[in-house]
């Protein structure tokens, strides 16, 4: 029973397509995230949201627009697909005491921009 | 403008020894570390972390240390395992707040060889 899960696991698609990452929670978290794990591995955030408000939105592209239809959702829809959105996006929620600190991560979507 | 660095891309050290993952930072308002392993196709897990209250916080074989003037942290494990291949990632956060925001380190590839 997967705590965070995220949908699809891959996606190969052409440049100028739109597409969506759905990502659902189990765990009653409040908070949830979207990361960007680059060529350079490093695990850089994008956004956050806390009971469907917005909380934290990085320099990112306003072709990147996520949505929060309830708590236990943080889905990610990217408009006009570029080369540069190749990556692994992650999704993240992180709860209440007493592991208020700590993130769980879904498996992650693998994104390949031709 | 790296906040969280890990100098160490990769690392490999012999089964039943020490393997010691280091962790520098820049920012002096981060309060709280964490450390996270992430096998491949996964994503990643939490470990262990530690508050800039402490110096010190162990759990098993794993202990995380904490100089707060040198601005780094290390993850020791004792005794290393097979198991315990895979890729570290240090996280450092600022506040205690829905936007606290988690600043991830490039991660290093451990490697524990039978």
């Known amino acids: 029973d997967t705590a965070v899960s995220q949908t699809p696991k891959y996606l190969v698609t052409q440049m100028g ?20 794990q680059d060529s350079k591995k490093f695990l850089k955030i994008m956004f956050s949201y806390n009971n ?8 990112v592209p306003n072709r990147f627009s996520p949505k929060s239809p309830d708590k236990a959702h943080l889905n990610l829809h990217i408009n ?3 080369l540069g959105d190749s990556a692994v996006y992650f999704c993240a929620s992180r709860g209440g005491y007493p592991a208020k600190n700590i993130q769980y991560f879904g498996a992650g979507t693998r994104l390949s921009v031709l | ?10 690392l490999s ?8 993952l280091n962790c520098d930072y820049t920012n002096s308002m981060f309060d709280y570390f964490l450390w ?3 096998y491949p196709a996964e ?8 508050s800039s209250i402490k110096d010190k916080n162990e759990d098993g074989r794993f202990t995380v240390f904490l100089n707060k003037s040198a601005k780094h942290l290390s993850l020791h494990i004792v005794p290393s395992q097979p198991g315990d291949s895979a890729v570290y990632f240090c996280a450092a956060s600022a506040g205690d707040n829905y936007g606290q925001n988690f600043v991830f380190g490039p991660g290093t590839r451990l490697s524990v060889l039978p």
């Open chain 1, 17 to 36: 397509n739109d597409k969506s990452i759905k990502c659902e929670q189990n765990l009653g978290h409040d908070t949830m995230y979207w990361y960007k």
């Open chain 1, 52 to 59: 469907k408000e917005l909380i934290i939105n990085e320099t």
């Open chain 1, 80 to 82: 006009s697909l570029e």
């Open chain 2, 1 to 10: 403008d790296q906040q969280v660095k890990q100098n160490s891309p990769s």
């Open chain 2, 13 to 20: 050290v012999q089964e039943g020894r020490i393997s010691i």
């Open chain 2, 36 to 38: 996270y392993k992430k």
């Open chain 2, 43 to 50: 994503g990643p897990t939490f470990l262990i972390s530690i």
